[in-house]
């Protein structure tokens, strides 16, 4: 059995997102001329992990600075969704704190891009696409979503790619 540490910054890994975001962008040309700020989302996690080591939270700056940087992304920011309900600290900025960052800076337009998830699940499809989009229609600003990687072929070369290192690396191990 080999694990792989770690895939954030895999380079399809990367475009597929980037793919997903332009879309995304050329959809909204649709409704507004208005340029459209871009929050990366990922599921938070208590703050005690990081502190205790754990990189996750700076995999997700970094995969999210890499879409932006592929994308051509000027106006972007991270933030983070469904902390736990418990008296400890989670990481954030929450998702709806950026949304009010951005209506106070005039913004009527917003897309959250969901970077930390590959596929459509509850929180893509309530928590962003119901709760978030009620709380930005709330405060007078439309919340678009990227559509999830899914079956996405850039997705699927990079696990492919991924896996196929693994199996190589397991595969030398033994013919020593």
Do not use: C
């Not at 059995?1 to 962008?25: P, Q, T, Y």
């Not at 992990?49 to 890499?66: F, M, W």
């Not at 678009?144 to 079956?151: A, F, I, K, P, Q």
């Amino acid at each position: 059995m080999e694990f792989v540490e770690s895939w954030h910054d895999n380079h399809e890994l990367i475009a597929a997102f980037a793919e997903k975001v332009a879309a995304a962008l050329d959809r909204i040309k649709n409704t507004t001329r208005e340029p459209v700020p871009v929050i990366f989302t990922a599921h938070s996690v208590p703050q005690r992990t990081i502190e205790q080591g754990d990189p996750y939270e700076a995999q997700v700056r970094e995969t999210s600075r890499l879409v932006a940087q592929r994308a051509g992304l000027d106006n972007w920011r991270v933030a983070f969704q469904s902390q736990g309900m418990t008296a400890e600290p989670w990481i954030g900025p929450t998702v709806e704190s950026q949304i009010d960052l951005l209506v106070a800076a005039g913004h009527r337009h917003v897309l959250l891009v969901p970077v930390s998830f590959v596929s459509d699940h509850v929180e893509i499809l309530y928590d962003v696409d119901i709760a978030f989009q009620e709380y930005g229609q709330a405060k007078g600003v439309t919340v678009w979503r990227s559509e999830s990687l899914n079956d996405s072929p850039l997705l699927i070369q990079a696990l492919a790619g991924i896996a196929f290192a693994a199996v190589s690396k397991i595969a030398s191990q033994l013919r020593r």
